[in-house]
């Protein structure tokens, strides 16, 4: 099985940056396709970006320009660099993982984008 841990998260005024990792650990051997979700209140759960092991990369569009997402396979962790905020971007972040037939989420994090 394979557990994420999510740190990262925080109060930000707009315009601001922060930088949420996630570490994967336990049986990560098959690990593809990584990524992170993200939630408002009473909203659907959103993709905002996913890697792959090769380093390919995509973004929703609401975030291109402004967010990176990358990968550091020597220590099993994923970055998401979120950069210019906005208000918009206020949800929980969640760090996803999928192999061929399983998927496996973190516990989240609270992003907040507010004067």
């Known amino acids: 099985q394979v557990q994420l841990v999510e740190s990262g998260g925080g109060l930000v005024q707009p315009g601001g940056s922060l930088r949420l990792s996630c570490v994967a650990t336990g049986r990560i051997f098959g690990l593809n396709q990584m990524n992170w979700y993200r939630q408002a209140p009473g909203a659907q759960r959103e993709l905002v970006a996913g890697?792959?092991?090769?380093?390919?990369?995509n973004y929703v569009d609401s975030v291109k320009g402004r967010f990176t997402i990358s990968r550091d396979n020597a220590k099993n962790t994923v970055y998401l660099q979120m950069n210019s905020l906005k208000p918009e971007d206020t949800a929980v972040y969640y760090c996803n993982a999928r192999r061929i037939s399983s998927t496996y989420w973190g516990q989240g994090t609270q992003v907040t984008v507010s004067s």
């Open positions: 890697i792959t092991s090769d380093g390919t990369t």
